[in-house]
């Protein structure tokens, strides 16, 4: 926990939380960072104390130190009532969701939302007698049209880590709870440094802590924050479930955390470069980047978010798949792979078919989604510039 040392009541920058959020090194004989704590049984010392349950943690899978100052921060950053960390982004996608609904509920999708979570949507909660119903991602006040009576969560994801569009968080959080549904968003793209939706009125926010929290491609977490109204469901299906993030893993978030501003800062201002650059390129149709004056959300982008990620996609002019083949399979630096979020700079091409049932993608071109590491910006321009080339000669 934080001592406010200097006695004054102004609010602790997010910068100043990262550093000294979730961590006292008084309880760990002064050493800068908790520990890894590995614990499953955790003793009792009397029947009265087992009897009143007297311990903080009364079993590992309840959380230990380490994870709960994870928790701890994330909750301060979003400015949450209280944050849950799961062993998954994904995991704290299907917890979300299943804490805001029962049999015979109605769940509304964004059609941008990341994929496995649509999955989840149309593989398990349709067969516990969920409905579940998609969305266009811009949709905003008009999501009203969609609500059923029995509608209880809406997922929202923005930007879609995909395409890129940004949803309008305030307008769909009044449509949800005049019906009666809670508001959903994941924020892994922004990260609570740059939008916090709680304050823009959605009810929870869940993060792929394995992207930009652990930021090193090196370990799984996810995050659930909630308003004070939602914690108690969300804490009772995670026990229900029995998920829980060991000690390592969360020590690995806690000490990306520690670099998250100065991370997101350079991330911010290379990925713009590159977009920006992009757009000036020959094969280069569109560049999706809500941060660029040319996106079609830049304004709403402008309205609700103090900054941008490491993630935007472009879209190249149609050609063949070998072009495709051509373009990634000799990079020298750009690697491809799932995932993003880590030092190492990523391509993937993506594929947008079955995923897209409210509104289908019907854009022509090849679709390449990049997350800029922090290589030298020259050396990625010259590998895209490359890559550019061997498409077109593939054509
Ligand atoms: C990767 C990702 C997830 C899932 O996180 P995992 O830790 O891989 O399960 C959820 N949402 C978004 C936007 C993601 O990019």
């Known amino acids: 926990m934080i001592d406010n040392k200097t006695g004054t009541s102004a609010p602790l920058s997010i910068e100043t939380l990262l550093t000294h959020g979730g961590r006292n090194p008084d309880d760990q004989f002064g050493f800068v960072n908790t520990p890894v704590y590995r614990g499953s049984t955790v003793l009792f010392k009397t029947l009265a104390d087992l ?77 516990m007698g969920v409905s579940v119903r998609y969305y266009e991602p811009r949709i905003g006040a008009g999501l009203a049209a969609l609500m059923q009576p029995n509608t209880r969560a809406v997922l929202a994801e923005s930007p879609g880590s995909l395409t890129f569009e940004v949803q309008d968080i305030p307008a769909l959080a ?57 914690w108690e469901a969300v804490s009772r299906v995670r026990r229900l479930l029995g998920f829980f993030t060991s000690g390592d893993d969360a020590y690995l978030v806690a000490r990306g955390l520690r670099t998250l501003a100065l991370r997101m800062e350079a991330h911010k201002n290379r990925t713009l470069e590159i977009a920006r ?21 830049h304004a709403l982008f402008k309205r609700d978010f103090s900054g941008s990620g490491s993630l935007f996609s472009v879209l190249l002019a149609p ?77």
Request: charged share 20%; glycine share 10%.
């Open 174 to 230: 009044k449509v949800a709870h005049a019906g009666g549904a809670k508001l959903i968003v994941d924020n892994s793209w922004a990260s609570p440094l740059y939008h916090q939706p709680l304050a823009l009125g959605a009810d929870l926010v869940v993060h792929a802590g394995t992207k930009m929290f652990v930021g090193h491609s090196d370990a799984f977490a996810g995050t659930i924050s909630t308003t004070e109204a939602a």
């Open 51 to 127: 009897d009143a349950q007297r311990q903080h943690f009364l079993y590992g899978r309840a959380g230990n130190p380490t994870t709960e100052g994870v928790e701890e921060i994330i909750s301060a950053l979003e400015g949450a009532y209280r944050t849950q960390l799961l062993p998954s982004g994904l995991a704290a996608i299907t917890v979300a969701l299943l804490s805001c609904v029962e049999a015979g509920d109605d769940v509304l999708i964004s059609d941008s939302a990341y994929e496995p979570g649509r999955s989840f949507g149309d593989g398990f909660l349709t067969k």
């Open 319 to 395: 050609a063949p798949r070998a072009s495709v083949a051509a373009f990634v399979d000799q990079m020298r630096l750009f690697t491809m792979g799932y995932s993003w979020g880590g030092y190492e700079s990523l391509c993937l091409p993506v594929k947008l078919g079955a995923n897209r049932t409210a509104k289908p993608w019907t854009k022509d071109g090849n679709l390449f989604r990049l997350h800029i590491g922090f290589e030298g910006i020259d050396d990625l321009k010259a590998d895209l510039v490359d890559a550019m080339a061997r498409y077109t000669l593939a054509r």
């Open 277 to 297: 650059w992009l757009e000036s390129q020959p094969e280069v149709q569109q560049v999706l980047h809500p941060g660029l004056e040319s996106h079609p959300d």
